[in-house]
């Protein structure tokens, strides 16, 4: 059975700091590794996702890597601010569209 | 704009009463949604699969008699949470894949208290 986990739980930063977020995943057979962005009380962003073939994807501050060998992904924040306050979820799928979500890293940048 | 809509946002309903969630996609027709709960600080977990056109499929431990599916068009489904009670209190949040399955957009989630 697929688990998904991720460390830090939780994190508190001065902004500024560039930041690494992990998720780790016992079955490496997955086709793609998505990591999401979750407010307070609200619903899912989605910020990256990568294909099994790929080893990165970036998108502004962010970048995202997967390494399926060793089941794990980073995902990377340069330069964090305090807007980039919330809750980060890796999630790989099952049975195609059916997500199986990690425990989340719950992440405060203070000014 | 969101492309899944759920309402409603927040709801407190009495203890042994029903209430029901619906999630909509807005730009597309989705013939599979599936339904998450979340508890206080913990990660999302899948209860169930809406299939348009037949019955949910449900994970395993999740009641499909408490926890009612329908999916009624290409557009909508609905979980209702039957004969409710304080441990049902939870976030419940949709998703629904595009047709050609490269996107999977959430809802804006549901706030449930049950007091």
């Known amino acids: 059975k697929q688990e998904v986990t991720q460390i830090p739980a939780a994190l508190s930063v001065p902004e500024g700091e560039n930041l690494v977020l992990n998720c780790s995943f016992t079955?490496?057979?997955?086709?793609?590794l998505q990591w999401f962005r979750q407010d307070p009380g609200k619903g899912l962003t989605s910020l990256l996702l990568i294909q099994s073939s790929q080893r990165e994807q970036t998108s502004g501050r962010l970048n995202a890597s997967l390494d399926k060998s060793s089941g794990r992904s980073t995902l990377y924040i340069a330069a964090s601010q305090p807007g980039d306050s919330a809750t980060y979820l890796c999630a790989v799928p099952y049975n195609t569209d059916k997500l199986i979500f990690g425990t989340g890293t719950r992440l405060q940048v203070f000014p | 704009g969101a492309v899944v809509s759920q309402h409603p946002s927040r709801v407190i309903c009495k203890s042994g009463t029903s209430v029901k969630i619906e999630c909509r996609s807005l730009?597309?027709?989705?013939?599979?949604m599936f339904w998450y709960r979340q508890f206080p600080k913990q990660s999302l977990m899948l209860m169930a699969t809406s299939n348009e056109g037949s019955k949910a499929t449900y994970e395993q431990g999740v009641e499909k008699d408490k926890f009612l599916i329908n999916h009624a068009s290409l557009t909508l489904s609905t979980l209702t949470v039957t004969s409710a009670h304080p441990e049902d209190s939870s976030f419940y949040i949709c998703s629904a894949p595009t047709p050609f399955g490269n996107t999977i957009y959430f809802g804006e989630g549901s706030w449930l208290t049950v007091v």
């Open positions: 730009d597309f027709q989705a013939t599979t």
């Open positions: 079955d490496s057979a997955i086709y793609n």
